[in-house]
């Protein structure tokens, strides 16, 4: 029992910061956790029938997706427009994809008032409603990112057969993928354009949609330069500059496009002065 206390007291002595910081986010989530199914929704998250939605769903929904967009952006980039110089990206890309939408559904039992009741839009269809296209989109891609990450799998457990399956449509699978995850990205943008008297004149735009695809593009690509980095720094395992410089090139061309498209759709608008008025919108 002595050597037990002193191995953790060891391990406890050898947290890092950023362990520490880790920890204690763990600990706060847990705490979040057991209030939200104790006490429900509007005691974990400050929400109400009047202000269902806030800064929780915006960060772990739309922030998570839009990070997970690296996965589409690379493997269109490999296996559509046959940039293959990009390969050892796209499978690290496809899996944190992976991982985020699954984040992303498990996120979701905490953001639903009735989390039990998830599996409703599968079969009690709406097709009328965004947050319809938006259930589905989730659900499908998810499966199709499982799928193009499954040669890993059966590579690893020598499994020719449903290799050479999935090899055989794996061009088709990406593109079905890159197909839904446009429609996702871009469904999210749609969430608000039904809303124009709930949003800023600096952020509302019949655009919207195509913000949120443009945006998730530039994302996706930052954030599969930054895991790069981080892999490199956690297993060093580093990957060729020329690679990386290339995702940095495309990502600040689709930020400009970014920028001048909204540009004209405030001037459009005609918006672009509030751009200079002081206010917390135009701040931000």
């Known amino acids: 029992m002595n050597a037990k206390l002193t191995n953790l007291k060891d391990r406890l002595g050898r947290l890092t910061v950023w362990q520490g910081v880790l920890l204690a986010v763990l600990a706060a989530g847990l705490y ?53 110089r990009y390969e050892p990206i796209a499978r690290p890309a496809v899996l944190t994809a992976f991982l985020g939408y699954v984040l992303v559904i498990v996120a979701l039992l905490f953001d639903l008032g009735l989390p039990f009741r998830i599996w409703h839009p599968l079969i009690m269809w709406n097709p009328h409603s965004v947050m319809f296209e938006v259930a589905w989109c989730v659900t499908l891609y998810t499966a199709v990112l499982a799928l193009e ?78 895991e790069s980095f981080m892999s490199y720094r956690a297993f060093g395992k580093r990957l060729e500059p020329e690679l990386l410089s290339g995702l940095a090139r495309v990502a600040v061309v689709v930020l400009g496009v970014y920028a001048l498209l909204k540009v004209q759709d405030l001037a459009g608008r005609g918006a672009l002065g509030l751009v200079l008025t002081l206010t917390p919108e135009s701040v931000l």
């Open 149 to 226: 990450f499954s040669p890993l799998v059966f590579e690893r457990f020598g499994w020719k057969w449903p290799l050479k399956v999935m090899r055989s449509i794996y061009v088709p699978l990406v593109i079905v993928g890159v197909l839904l995850s446009t429609l996702h990205q871009s469904s999210l943008g749609s969430l608000y354009v039904i809303a124009p008297d709930k949003l800023h004149g600096l952020w509302y735009s019949p655009l919207l949609p195509v913000f949120f695809f443009v945006s998730a593009v530039a994302g996706g690509l930052a954030m599969t330069i930054f």
């Open 32 to 84: 979040a956790t057991v209030l939200r199914f104790a006490r429900g929704l509007g005691a974990a998250t400050n929400l109400s029938d009047q202000f269902p939605w806030g800064l929780w769903i915006g960060f772990d929904v739309l922030v998570g997706v839009g990070l997970a967009a690296g996965g589409f952006v690379i493997a269109a980039t490999v296996h559509v427009f046959r940039m293959e």
